[in-house]
């Protein structure tokens, strides 16, 4: 079983930044591919970024490519998600997810955090 917490979403206008962070414990947490998904009100959940087990591989979403990234800490079994240049259409709730395969895809994660909310005012 693995637990994950995020924070550091909140309210920031237009072209700002925030950074989510993810904490995870549990059962071998620092193995496991973690996931940043997204979902806006009356929309699907979607991939936003991946990130393998050693940090050494990273996948974005076109959406978001050039504008965040995702990282991570083993030592302190943490996941970061840096968003700069921030648009309207990046609001939603925003979730940290972690699976066994690095991948884009929400059904190969198994265990997710319970969301922070993101919202960029125009």
């Known amino acids: 079983q693995v637990q994950l917490v995020e924070s550091g979403g909140g309210l920031v206008q237009a072209g700002g930044s925030l950074r989510l962070s993810c904490a995870a414990s549990g059962r071998a947490s620092s193995s496991n591919a973690m996931g940043w998904f997204r979902q806006a009100p009356g929309k699907e959940r979607e991939f936003v970024a991946s990130i393998n087990w050693s940090g050494g591989s990273t996948l974005h979403a076109n959406s978001v490519k050039g504008r965040f990234t995702i990282s991570r800490d083993n030592a302190k079994n943490m996941v970061y998600l840096q968003m700069n240049s921030l648009k309207p259409e990046d609001t939603a709730v925003y979730y940290c997810?972690?699976?066994?395969?690095?991948?884009?895809?929400?059904?190969?994660?198994?265990?997710w955090g319970q969301g922070t909310q993101v919202t960029v005012s125009s």
């Open positions: 997810a972690a699976g066994n395969l690095f991948a884009t895809a929400l059904s190969t994660y198994a265990y």
